[in-house]
């Protein structure tokens, strides 16, 4: 069974900065991607960003600039800093994988809260 464990979400002030994290017990040799997605009450799941099993990344327009991802192969992990938060980045956000052999996964969520 795989595991996906997220950490990192928490209450913050506008222009603060948080960092999310996100491990899969699967083998980084069946990673073709990993990356966070979000959600906010009443919208729809919508792409934060992603990094791909050669360091290509990607941003959803809303993040660029302010957010960075990055990956850690050995420890089959990827990481999501946040700074200059907005209460607009307020959301569940979720852990993504894309894997080659069983297909794409998600984690349980983590809750960001960005408010004075």
């Known amino acids: 069974q795989v595991q996906l464990v997220e950490s990192g979400g928490g209450l913050v002030q506008p222009g603060g900065s948080l960092r999310l994290s996100c491990a899969t017990s699967?083998?980084?040799?069946?990673?073709?991607?990993m990356g966070w997605y979000r959600q906010a009450p009443g919208k729809q799941r919508e792409l934060v960003a992603t990094?791909?099993?050669?360091?290509?990344?990607n941003y959803g327009d809303s993040v660029k600039g302010r957010f960075t991802i990055s990956r850690d192969s050995a420890k089959n992990t990827v990481y999501l800093q946040m700074n200059s938060l907005e209460p607009e980045d307020t959301a569940v956000y979720y852990c993504?994988?894309?894997?080659?052999?069983?297909?794409?996964?998600w984690g349980q969520g983590t809750q960001v809260t960005v408010s004075s």
């Open positions: 990094i791909s099993s050669g360091d290509t990344t």
């Open positions: 993504n994988v894309v894997d080659w052999v069983i297909g794409t996964y």
């Open positions: 699967r083998s980084a040799f069946s990673i073709n991607a």
